[in-house]
């Protein structure tokens, strides 16, 4: 979509390794969000920032933290990938407030081995 | 806390008949309501949200929702569907609280085939 995207679109990891994944925005939006989206599940939110530094917990947040030093770019971590993780991760992005809409990224798949 | 049910994971439809998807929300007050649409591979695109007003909503692709207070419900509705309509429907809520800046909540999803 534009103004957002996220890197790498694809990705295979190794269990236990660590894994970063970006989200890159260009339109200043304060809210940003995390979601892995899994079959029967639909979509389940991670993090969320607020701010920059400001970040908070949601629904399915152990095993993964998250970073935003700047507006623009917001990074999820999974400090040792486990198979259970093996996932689509979408990022997020609200120039308000989570109630007023979000534009979508194109997603990351992620498969731990 | 608040809840999504789409009571259907599958529903196949004809080219060029009516579609309705279901959704029901459990929330103690009125929410945020909103539809989105997933193609294959794709990110999701919003569809229409609900906020407050008139409780019939138009959207993108000439979809309709009507919020249902007593029903508790948000169904999309569409009057004559395209095989390009073929996609993953999401049904979300998000809380009138605070900032609102804890996301919305989504239910698991519709799977809508078009058949010929």
């Known amino acids: 979509d534009a103004g957002i995207t996220q890197s790498p679109r694809h990705k295979v990891t190794e269990t236990g390794t660590p894994v970063t994944l970006r989200c890159h925005q260009t339109?200043?939006?304060?809210?940003m969000y995390w979601y892995r989206q899994d079959p029967g599940h639909g979509l389940r939110l991670i993090h969320y920032?607020?701010?920059?530094?400001?970040?908070d917990k949601g629904e399915v947040s152990d095993g993964y933290s998250v970073s935003r030093s700047k507006t623009e770019d917001f990074l999820l971590t999974l400090e040792s990938a486990t198979s259970s993780q093996t996932s689509v991760y979408f990022c997020?992005?609200?120039?308000?407030?989570?109630?007023?809409?979000?534009?979508f990224g194109s997603g990351t798949r992620l498969t731990v081995v | 806390a608040q809840s999504v049910t789409q009571p259907d994971i599958h529903i196949t439809v004809s080219e060029g008949a009516s579609l309705e998807l279901r959704c029901n929300y459990s929330?103690?007050?009125?929410?945020?309501l909103f539809w989105y649409v997933q193609s294959p591979g794709q990110g999701l695109q919003l569809l229409l949200k609900?906020?407050?007003?008139?409780?019939l909503v138009q959207g993108i692709k000439g979809f309709e929702a009507e919020f249902k207070r007593s029903q508790s419900s948000f169904n999309l509705r569409k009057p004559s569907v395209h095989w390009s309509d073929a996609a993953e429907y999401f049904c979300?809520?998000?809380?009138?609280?605070?900032?609102?800046?804890?996301?919305?909540?989504f239910g698991k999803g519709t799977h809508l085939i078009i058949q010929p």
């Open positions: 997020a992005i609200s120039d308000r407030t989570a109630n007023y809409g979000y534009t």
């Open positions: 920032s607020y701010g920059v530094k400001d970040t």
């Open positions: 929330y103690g007050a009125t929410p945020y």
């Open positions: 609900y906020f407050s007003g008139d409780t």
């Open positions: 339109e200043n939006h304060r809210y």
């Open positions: 979300a809520v998000g809380v009138r609280s605070g900032g609102g800046a804890d996301g919305l909540t």
